[in-house]
């Protein structure tokens, strides 16, 4: 079923009585071109799955480059018109759940034998931030990740340490995965039209994370602390986040070669690291 314009989104809006929610973040993609650009950028090796499908206008092109999709849609009455517009695919599955509270790691397992599968989404943009966390966090076995996400989003993901946009979202972005621009896709092309523009990012796996930490959790609290106040120096941030004295934080920060004069914004993921172990051994330093 081709449903690659504003007009026959609208259509099948109209037959099934849909009316878009904007609190689920409903602004349906339209480009025929953007959707194959999206699903060619997932490079598909056998599994995929994706977040949030609608009217399945992405999932279908995922469908032609998979062996299997799954696709997790949190809106129940989107699931018959799905069972519609799907209809000819039948290597693909729609599960009817909340992608937050759903066990992506026993997803895999029961659904693609454990394989590394590849993400795509148009996400919805009310929770961005918080799917990218957890599907990185979460370390399930995955490929890559491509998401089509708000432009701002998608450069504060691949700002370099030092600009306006770096922020704890990069920093564990870069942790996990090499990010990649692959194109910005105007409002016009959604129904119904968002405020912003959108851009579609290839979030590349890597093998291991880019810098080596003993204490994960400590490594991603000191990013977090280090931006809880933009304007303030390290020093500040630090000692507003942890239960230490500014001398020892001071200290830690000197050891690991940082001015304590500096702002979060300026340090790469190697500075955060060597940071974290300084911290790792404070007392108590977890
Ligand atoms: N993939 C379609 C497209 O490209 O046109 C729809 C994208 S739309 C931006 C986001 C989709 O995610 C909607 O279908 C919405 O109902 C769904 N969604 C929102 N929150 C979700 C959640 N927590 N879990 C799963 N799906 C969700």
Do not use: W
């Amino acid at each position: 079923m081709d449903l690659n314009s504003p007009s026959a989104i609208r259509n099948i809006a109209a037959k099934h009585g849909f009316v878009f929610k904007k609190g689920l973040g409903q602004n349906f993609l339209t480009s025929g071109e953007a959707l194959e650009h999206i699903a060619d950028a997932a490079e598909i090796e056998s599994g995929a799955l994706e977040i949030g499908p609608g009217f399945g206008v992405l999932t279908s092109e995922l469908a032609k480059r998979a062996e299997k999709v799954v696709a997790v849609e949190i809106d129940e009455r989107l699931i018959p018109v799905l069972a519609e517009t799907l209809m000819e695919y039948d290597n693909v599955k729609v599960i009817n759940a909340d992608v937050m509270k759903t066990d992506l790691a026993e997803l895999i397992k029961n659904e693609f034998g454990g394989k590394s599968v590849s993400i795509a989404a148009n996400l919805p943009y009310y929770i961005t931030t918080p799917i990218i966390t957890m599907l990185l966090e979460s370390r399930i076995p995955v490929k890559n990740i491509v998401v089509m996400v708000q432009k701002e989003v998608a450069e504060r993901i691949s700002a370099e340490p030092g600009t306006k946009d770096y922020g704890a979202l990069s920093v564990l972005c870069r942790y996990f995965t090499r990010p990649e621009l692959i194109c910005v896709v105007p409002a016009e092309l959604f129904v119904p039209k968002p405020k912003v523009d959108s851009a579609v990012l290839r979030l590349r796996v890597l093998d291991k994370p880019s810098v080596s930490v003993s204490d994960e959790k400590l490594f991603f609290r000191t990013v977090k602390a280090a931006f809880s106040q933009r304007r303030k120096t390290l020093l500040n941030c630090l000692s507003a986040n942890f239960p230490y004295g500014r001398t020892a934080l001071s200290d830690a920060l000197d050891s690991a070669g940082i001015d304590p004069r500096r702002r979060g914004e300026t340090l790469s993921p190697e500075e955060f690291a060597a940071l974290s172990e300084r911290l790792r051994e404070l007392p108590d330093g977890r």
